[in-house]
């Protein structure tokens, strides 16, 4: 399919190379399953996270320590490309690196970013965020975790829920409370009193391991806390860095409803003739590009700002409600003009547009998003 706009053409020649990479990656190893995967909700982490790794798309925005330490455009590029795949793949890879691996290379000590980041990076160790609990959610703040000193040690009590990647980490960043405001530790998940079940009977990002994080008496040693950072700061920033991912994930999976549409609205004959040569399909064809076109200049400008080192965190949640809001509108017209063949996973169209409305939610709901724009707006908090 014609890029209209000729967004691409924007990209310098390692962003291309990158986004022609992890292009054939999803075609070659991902495509050809993840129907299968899907209906079968499984996601094969331990097979893919060495090859991920290879690829540099592990903790790739990040320097040193084995990461490919690329621009923030190479990486939402490659994101684009991973949830043309699925939202599941991307969501590994954007866990990986944005929600785990970043906060061990911005708050953590010599130690445990030499111990982590080199394999995480690798793909030998897989990485999960523990933030989210059974009852708090889009309140952070209210969390129960609860991390107490005893002695030198950390003891560690509480719950999170709707945890990528949990049953299959090796290591939890984990965000709890503590005597001295909301504090972060890297939990090895071998650590005794930890566990991990995997969340079942998913209609949404079935392609995805998603799990409960359970800690009875977790005890830790003093260096399993972050020493960078105490309060939200710490968590919110991550989730930053991942919602960037998402602004340009979406797209990826728009513009794959979008040419799965387009390919059948040439092929099935009614009434004698293609639908796409009807005015009300082509109606339709011609919006969902017109919204997968304007999400990706949104992608394109916050990156151009992450780069100089501009971007806002109200400039993300932009981003991120518009963008997703716009890929499930994009995948559900998908779904209308394929008809009863959209909703089979022959196509990739019911597989993306379940997946999105996950996405719509996840990270920030798209309520709280709106919420931070009408702040910056009015000046005004309206879920204080």
């Known amino acids: 399919m014609d890029d209209l706009l000729r967004l691409d053409d924007k990209l310098n020649p390692d962003q291309r190379l990158i986004r022609d990479t992890v292009r054939s990656f999803v075609a070659d190893r991902v495509l050809p399953h993840v129907g299968d995967w899907f209906d079968q909700a499984v996601f094969p982490a331990r097979e ?27 990486y939402g590029v490659a994101c684009r ?9 991307r969501s590994f890879v954007s866990v990986q690196g944005s929600l785990a691996m970043y906060p061990i290379w911005k708050y953590g000590s010599d130690e445990q970013k030499e111990e982590w980041l ?25 969390m129960r975790t609860y991390a107490k000193k005893d002695g030198t040690d950390w003891v560690l009590n509480g719950s999170k829920m709707w945890i990528t990647n949990g049953s299959v980490a090796d290591v939890a960043v984990v965000w709890a409370q503590t005597d001295d405001g909301i504090r972060g530790f890297v939990v090895p998940t071998s650590t005794p009193g930890f566990s991990a079940p995997e969340i ?3 209609m949404s990002l079935r392609a995805s391991v998603t799990s409960s994080l359970y800690f009875d008496d977790v005890r830790l040693p003093a260096s399993a806390a972050l020493p960078g950072v105490t309060g939200l700061r ?42 796409g040569s009807f005015q009300l399909t082509q109606e339709k064809l011609a919006w969902m590009y017109v919204g997968t076109a304007q999400a990706g200049l949104t992608a394109l400008h916050l990156g151009s700002l992450k ?24 995948a559900r017209q998908a779904r209308s003009i394929l008809g009863g063949n959209g909703i089979t996973l022959e196509y990739p169209v019911i597989r993306h547009m ?14 709280i998003h709106t919420l931070v724009l009408g702040e910056a707006l009015t000046g005004m908090a309206a879920y204080r």
């Open 48 to 74: 893919l996270a060495p090859e991920l790794g290879a690829l540099g798309l592990l903790g790739m925005h990040l320097q040193g320590y084995g990461c490919a330490g690329t621009d923030a455009v190479s």
């Open 81 to 89: 490309e991973l949830e043309a795949g699925d939202s599941g793949l």
């Open 118 to 142: 080199p394999r995480m990076a690798a793909g030998e160790a897989i990485g999960c965020f523990g933030l989210t609990e059974p009852d708090h959610g889009s309140d952070p703040a209210g």
């Open 200 to 202: 079942h009977k998913k």
């Open 234 to 275: 710490g968590p919110l920033s991550c989730l930053s860095e991942a919602r960037y991912g998402i602004v340009w994930g979406v797209t990826g999976a728009a513009r794959a409803c979008l040419e799965s549409a387009v390919e059948y609205a040439k092929t099935r004959v009614q009434f004698s003739k293609p639908i």
């Open 307 to 330: 780069d100089a080192g501009q971007l806002e965190p109200r400039q993300i949640s932009f981003g991120k409600l518009a963008n997703v809001r716009a890929a499930l509108d994009i």
């Open 354 to 367: 379940n997946n999105l409305e996950s996405v719509l939610t996840y990270e920030g709901t798209q309520e």
